[in-house]
């Protein structure tokens, strides 16, 4: 009989923090977010928020955040957008409303973690306010954030669920990607590492597609 290795759920992993890189778990805020307002909006879904949290991980680990850092930025990635309306445009509104929310739903445990929780949020923002002090765990989540368009899944995240959000064609959205990809700059020095040299090859990608579709 063949040898089948099963393979390891990453995502679980995460949650019950089996490599202790943080304190406590994220069982209680995961079905939280599993259960979340915006779950199943065309882009700031519940897909966006498990995979910028699993980025996030990878980042903060990169970068040695300590325990209690890493608690806050994981429970801020998981959620950022939490409550999302599904349409661009009123973003600073849109975090006010997710934070209000968040405040509601936070263990009392976690208290002590809230402000760093609600600036990393706040964050978030885009374009990315200027204004502020951006700490290490803010350029992490902000890099994870923007970076699905990047990543493997970008036709359907991006392309088709962003250009929902934006009430444009996919065809407008392809475009409108390469003006965006062009100026992109990734914060961290995790960001930078992993996905600044993809930029190059996604660019001529979409070049090529449009070669085809227009």
């Known amino acids: 009989m063949e040898n089948l290795t099963i393979k390891k759920n990453a995502i679980i992993s995460i949650i019950n923090n089996e490599e202790g890189l943080y304190y406590g778990n994220l069982r209680y ?23 910028v949290f699993c980025q996030v991980y990878e ?41 209000k929310s968040l405040s509601l739903i936070i263990l009392n445990g976690d208290d002590h973690l809230w402000h760093d929780i609600r600036d990393l949020i706040e964050s978030t923002e885009w374009p990315h306010p200027q204004d502020r002090h951006v700490f290490k765990s803010m350029k ?55 996905y600044q040299p993809k930029i190059d090859s996604r660019i001529r990608e979409i070049e090529e597609f449009l070669e085809v579709l227009v």
């Open 140 to 194: 992490i989540l902000r890099d994870a954030d923007i970076s699905q368009i990047v990543d493997d899944v970008w036709w359907q995240q991006v392309i088709f669920g962003l250009s929902l959000e934006h009430g444009v064609p996919p065809i407008s959205q392809l475009k409108n990607e390469i003006n965006f990809l062009s100026k992109l700059q990734f914060e961290s020095d995790w960001g930078k590492m992993v």
């Open 29 to 51: 805020y995961f079905r939280e977010v599993f259960q979340a307002p915006n779950a199943r909006n065309p882009y700031h879904n519940f897909r966006h928020s498990v995979y």
């Open 59 to 99: 980042g903060g680990r990169y970068e040695n955040l300590n325990k209690a850092d890493m608690r806050a930025l994981l429970i801020a990635a998981l959620f950022h957008d939490y409550g999302h309306s599904g349409r661009i445009g009123q973003d600073r509104e849109e975090i006010k409303n997710t934070i």
